[in-house]
């Protein structure tokens, strides 16, 4: 359960969990692996660290297509059943992914190829049998974002999700993988860490590399494109780290 820092209760749950466990008599037993927002990959090798990126955006992205075609599915419950039999086999392929080649030039090829340890077949044919189960019908759509944790735990925000649906109304899920792009970025422009291109260059070399903070790209196409690649950050790097907040 990670942690983070800051004055919210994210960086608590992994507390809890322990009281929990402790409570059921089970302490002694479980381990609980808390890693820090300011680097959740600190101490994994680089491929390691890009698969399991990789299964948290493909798994975003699979249940993103639910999301969109439960609501106006042609006969109760299909969608459901499309998504969780592609996310068996998605858990299958990154368990069979986590035996293989994870070196860094191993992980480079499966982002240059559009492979993506084979997630990316899976999702291919998720989505075209998603989309051949919905109907034309037309729904309000409202977008659902929040801490973390209670967002992502449809216990803990009581079933949200399904208590729209019911209502007529399709949901767009902020992401989990949203919270990691988000803490990468704030800690790298903090200079907190090096970035996952210095960490890659470090682990092919074997040799140290510096922290330091990422510069904006010089030219007004590539500025262009950096801001609206990260939509959170949208003014100058002055003023944005300026008001940068605790990343909770």
């Not at 927002?37 to 699979?62: E, K, N, Q, R, W």
């Not at 993103?64 to 998605?90: C, K, M, N, T, Y």
């Not at 399709?170 to 907190?192: C, M, Q």
């Not at 590539?222 to 790097?237: D, E």
Request: proline letters at 6%.
């Amino acid at each position: 359960m990670p942690t983070a820092d800051g004055p919210c209760r994210f960086g608590v749950y992994n507390i809890l969990h322990r009281i929990v466990l402790e409570r059921l008599g089970l302490g002694h037993r479980v381990r609980i692996w808390s890693p820090v927002d300011s680097d959740y990959f600190a101490g994994i090798p680089a491929g390691f660290s890009a698969l399991v990126m990789t299964g948290f955006a493909a798994h975003d992205m699979l249940e993103a297509a639910l999301f969109d075609a439960r609501p106006v599915e042609s006969q109760p419950g299909v969608a459901f059943a499309i998504f969780d039999r592609h996310r068996r086999a998605l858990l299958a392929q990154l368990e069979r992914a986590g035996g293989g080649d994870l070196s860094v030039a191993g992980a480079l090829y499966q982002v240059a190829s559009g492979k993506l340890f084979g997630c990316t077949e899976i999702l291919r044919q998720a989505a075209a049998e998603l989309r051949g189960i919905k109907t034309a019908r037309e729904l309000p759509t409202v977008s659902m974002v929040g801490e973390i944790y209670v967002r992502c735990d449809p216990f803990a925000n009581d079933f949200l999700v399904d208590k729209l649906e019911q209502r007529g109304i399709r949901v767009k899920f902020a992401p989990f993988s949203e919270w990691l792009e988000y803490t990468d970025y704030i800690h790298t422009v903090r200079g907190n860490k090096p970035g996952l291109s210095a960490r890659s260059r470090r682990s092919c070399s074997g040799a140290s590399s510096s922290t330091r903070t990422p510069s904006w790209p010089k030219s007004s196409a590539g500025r262009s494109a950096w801001t609206w690649a990260r939509p959170s950050r949208r003014r100058g790097p002055t003023s944005a780290r300026s008001s940068l907040g605790k990343p909770c």
